[in-house]
């Protein structure tokens, strides 16, 4: 499985962004899938995760309320709606897959993407 995630970009605090995740091959609705973020000098930290028919869903707390993640199968494309962005959400976004159900453990992810960049000026 290939990841490609997009959608990044430089925005100011309170604006929107929706960042994708388009997956490649045949077994993309078998996965649950995660969104992650790297913020400079941090440890890669959990934000979202999305079991493979679409739920549950689980949020980190720092963003619970303002992120939303979703899945389309048809498209093999999973989404990160993020709403209310402030200066603490700039970081490197990656996408991740695993078998079936969406995980906060990044150690159980098997497959990752290369990256998106969110930088949220105050």
């Known amino acids: 499985v290939q990841l490609q995630a997009s959608g990044g970009g430089l925005v100011q605090a309170g604006d929107s962004l929706r960042l994708s995740c388009v997956a490649s091959?045949?077994?993309?609705?078998?996965?649950?899938m995660g969104w992650f973020r790297q913020a400079p000098g941090k440890e890669r930290e959990f934000v979202a995760a999305i079991s493979f028919g679409g739920g549950p869903t689980y949020y980190a707390d720092s963003v619970k309320g303002r992120f939303t993640i979703s899945r389309d199968n048809a498209k093999n494309t999973v989404y990160l709606q993020m709403n209310s962005l402030k200066p603490e959400d700039t970081a490197v976004y990656y996408c991740?897959?695993?078998?079936?159900?969406?995980?906060?453990?990044?150690?159980?992810?098997?497959?990752w993407g290369q990256g998106t960049e969110v930088t949220v000026s105050s």
């Open positions: 991740a897959a695993r078998w079936y159900s969406g995980s906060y453990l990044t150690s159980t992810y098997d497959y």
């Open positions: 091959g045949r077994t993309f609705s078998s996965f649950g």
